[in-house]
């Protein structure tokens, strides 16, 4: 996370999703401080959306303060004046998008299965943790892959993901949220040091999650 393009003063990176499930951020950062490769900090303002098909679509403002340290990241945001830290939190491996904890050099490479929790801030929709299980990654072939700064080598990266079931509310109504498992592949570029693109599929139902916009 500290390393990606956008950790500056200025950075801009934009997340658009299609498909079932259609996740979505535009985000600005600001104040930024670094403190060796794996330890930075910065304020994060700017818009996230999210959709799963057969739930009710939304969106929320971000405006946080956050700090990486060691792969985990931690919030506080702006209560009267004050800077005051949120529940929410969660381990920036879960998303694959930023780093793989060890330089990505040959097809057939693997990590490990891992699982996560995520911790939403109380005024979020979800009443209870999210709860990830990822599969082992394996690495495949490099290929080019066009993305938003251009063409990229990149190396795609599979493996099954599963998120245990749990509750949200809507509106003040209670809805429960099936467990879902999905096959998914990171499309990893080491020029940019992130995922430029991460594809997957639930019984058919296809998605991407794709950086439209990196400066």
Known sequence: MCQT?????GGVVQLSGT????????????DVQKDGDGHCSARVKGKATYGLAGLPPGQSAV????????????????ENGRRVPVSGKFDLRMLGLFAYGEPITRQGQTFP???????????AVATAPIVIHTGTRTVGAKQTLQTAVGEKSCWPIK???????????FSGIVLPIPEMKSTVTDWFCPDVNMVMKQESNQS????????????
């Open 19 to 30: 498909g079932g499930l259609q996740l979505g951020a535009n985000l600005a950062f600001s």
């Open 113 to 123: 299965a891992l699982k996560f929790q995520i911790n939403l801030d109380k005024k």
């Open 204 to 215: 058919g139902i296809a998605s991407v999650v794709e950086v439209t916009r990196l400066q």
């Open 5 to 9: 393009p956008f950790m500056h003063n």
């Open 159 to 169: 493996y099954s993901r599963l998120t245990e079931a749990t509750q949200a509310s």
């Open 63 to 78: 405006d946080y303060w956050m700090s990486v340290k060691n792969g985990k990241i931690t919030f506080e945001r702006s």
